[in-house]
């Protein structure tokens, strides 16, 4: 059972340029979601959807686009990367709508823009 | 508005320590509360949560938490520290109120020296 899995695991960008992140799942978690981590500044909620067709901004959803045409895929698009979204980006996904039920995280890709 | 302080960002333990993470949370309405871990190069997993039923919980890896109302804390517990629980440590809070958004520390990152 692969879990959550995200390509590419590392990326390096210049500025301006565009790339996908993408996240699978196989556990048929309607909930799925991407986080940025930060040094000092924790997990940092971009985007989320509960199913299929539906998608919501988290706290910091500025320069990221999502889409989920799937149950399995949730791709996260940087447009115009900026030096600001050098990060670790980590896809999560549950079981459920709701926010109470364990969070099964991917391994993490690792986003450096120049 | 709800949040999670975690005190302390780095802690270090002698290995057969006891480990003590301290997190303290702020919330209008009984709160989800969660411990989750992060090793080194991965992503995060659940280590425990608390979901309003018995105050004491047992979790993986001989963790457990006790949900304090009354000093609005959920403490991290280990009694004999393994070179093997280095890693980062993240509490969490769910709010089921206007909020309804899962709230993260900033983590706490746990060395336990040989």
């Known amino acids: 059972n692969a879990g959550v899995t995200q390509t590419p695991k590392f990326q390096v960008l210049k500025t301006g340029q565009s790339m996908t992140l993408q996240c699978a799942q196989d556990m048929n978690h309607e909930y799925m979601s991407w986080y940025r981590q930060d040094p000092g500044m924790g997990l940092r909620l971009i985007h989320y959807s509960v199913g299929a067709g539906i998608t919501d901004q988290g706290e910091v959803p500025n320069g990221y686009n999502v889409s989920r045409s799937t149950t399995e895929d949730f791709p996260l698009r940087l447009l115009s990367a900026a030096p600001s979204q050098t990060s670790v980006y980590f896809c999560?996904?549950?079981?459920?709508?709701?926010?109470?039920?364990?969070?099964?995280f991917g391994e993490g890709s690792r986003l450096t823009v120049l | 508005a709800q949040s999670v302080t975690q005190l302390g960002s780095h802690v270090s333990v002698s290995e057969g320590a006891l480990v003590l993470l301290r997190c303290n949370y702020s919330s209008s309405v009984p709160p989800y509360l969660f411990w989750y871990v992060q090793y080194p190069n991965q992503g995060l997993q659940l280590l425990l949560k608390?979901?309003?039923?018995a105050t004491l919980v047992k979790g993986i890896n001989g963790f457990e938490a006790e949900f304090k109302k009354s000093e609005t804390s959920f403490h991290l517990t280990k009694p004999s520290a393994h070179m093997s629980d280095a890693a980062e440590y993240f509490c969490?809070?769910?709010?089921?109120?206007?909020?309804?958004?899962?709230?993260w520390g900033l983590g706490t990152s746990l060395a336990v020296n040989p």
């Open positions: 969490a809070v769910f709010n089921a109120g206007n909020n309804r958004k899962l709230i």
């Open positions: 608390y979901t309003s039923a």
């Open positions: 999560a996904s549950k079981r459920g709508q709701g926010f109470t039920g364990e969070l099964f």
